[in-house]
Nanobody, 123 residues
């Protein structure tokens, strides 16, 4: 199983980016985007499970997660970017039974991770 992210870059405050994550080797219904800023813990950004979307409060209304099942690909459309969105963004995939009693935002529920794509937002 492999996850490959792309689409990161350096933008100004208020601009947009679209991240792409391609999953190969298996199909998982439960996929998500996490991010980790320098010196901080990894945090959940958005998750998609059988079409249902979940978002961290900090990105609601600005970010949109979507999925193309035919391409086994998920996307993260990020609008109105802020400097605090600066981080390495990771794609994750895992089984949809939440084996450990967690939720979409629990990193330990995901089996596979990509290498990450850097997003930098300057003011």
């Amino acid at each position: 199983v492999e996850l490959v992210e792309s689409g990161g870059g350096s933008v100004q405050t208020g601009e947009s980016l679209r991240l792409t994550c391609i999953l190969s080797g298996y199909t998982y219904n439960n996929m998500a985007w996490f991010r980790q800023a320098q010196g901080k813990r990894r945090e959940a950004v958005a998750g998609i499970y059988l079409g249902a979307q979940n978002y961290a409060d900090s990105v609601k209304g600005r970010f949109t997660i979507s999925r193309d099942n035919g391409k086994n690909t998920i996307y993260l459309e990020m609008n109105s970017l802020k400097p605090e969105d600066t981080a390495m963004y990771y794609c994750a995939a895992g089984p949809d039974n939440f084996r450990y009693g967690g939720s979409w935002s629990s990193s330990y529920e995901y089996l596979h991770w990509g290498q990450g794509t850097q997003v930098t937002v300057s003011s």
